[in-house]
């Protein structure tokens, strides 16, 4: 490969996870990379740091490590949002010679759409609902946790936690739920009805998934949990739908939560949900190629 030929980067910067891929502006894939969280609504050093592990993987696999090459890239990441966030992060050393820096929501969108118009429900650890027409951007909710992101992973084994301390106390009654969640922390070590204090959004997250088979086992009340989480989904969709111009826009269902909770979806919402023809790092390339072929201000 010729020295300094231009390549492309995508990047999808969650709050537990960093992707990355490395392609030519044609468009074929060299390799992929992977690093640690990349959140910089509080502090943009380790994100530089988790895009640059991820950005060497990607390099080394495909061979370029330490070769001349012009890094044109787009990144989608979570808390870009937040003001003076990406200042922060573009004041650190650079680590491409083009950098632009979007919200991973909007990264999401634009991949689930192919480009195209579209709007996109994403519940994960939390939850966001972002919709693009005209070149117009309308988002709701994704306020972070514990403040919002209803709905979500992290919200779900919130309220998981909330039964489990109503039974521990003996304002109710002890559940098959509330058991398993006693248990699970207990066999960690913790004692359940302090372990909550100092814990953050991907803490009460990794409690989902014991929710959900719960749910999937037929435990009432787990089923109602998630149908309470289902519900917000539903309110996500009927804010971003509500602005004029939005309304009728094909509109996916995303994230890691997105099959554990499209059961407890109405059928028509169900029905009016579209398959998302790509990812948030499909949605970065698209951009970084725009990017590419946009000249330089």
Known sequence: ?????????????????????????????????????ANIARDAGPAR???????????????????????????????????????????????FARLEIVSDAYTSCVGAHAGADGAMIAAGTGTVGLAIAGGMTRRVGGWGFPQGDEGGGAWIGL????????????????????????????????DPMLWAVGAGAADFAGLAPMVSV?????????RGLLGRAGAEIELLLGA??????????????????????????????????????????DGAMRLARRLHDTPPA
Do not use: H, N, W
Not at 174 to 182: D, F
Not at 214 to 222: C, K, Q, Y
């Open 240 to 281: 971003l739908r509500a602005a004029e111009g939005f309304a009728s826009l094909p509109c996916c269902l995303l994230g890691g939560l997105a099959p554990v909770l499209l059961p407890y979806l109405s059928a028509a919402t169900q029905a009016g949900l579209s398959a998302p023809k790509g990812d948030a790092i």
């Open 49 to 95: 740091e988790a895009i640059g592990q991820a950005l060497d993987l990607a390099l080394s696999r495909a061979g370029l490590l330490g070769a001349d090459c012009r890094l044109v890239a787009v990144a989608g990441l979570a808390g870009a949002e937040v003001t003076g966030a990406v200042a922060r992060f573009m004041a650190r050393p650079p680590l």
């Open 214 to 222: 719960l749910a999937r086992d037929g435990d009432a009340e787990a």
């Open 159 to 190: 309220e998981a936690i909330r039964l489990m301390l109503r039974a521990g106390d003996g304002r109710a009654q002890p559940t098959l739920l509330s058991e398993a969640v006693r248990a699970r922390l207990a066999d960690g070590g913790a």
């Open 1 to 37: 490969m010729a020295a300094g030929r231009t390549l492309l980067v995508g990047i999808d910067g969650g709050g537990t996870r960093t992707r990355l891929r490395l392609a030519t502006p044609e468009g074929a894939v060299l390799a992929d990379g992977d690093g640690g969280p």
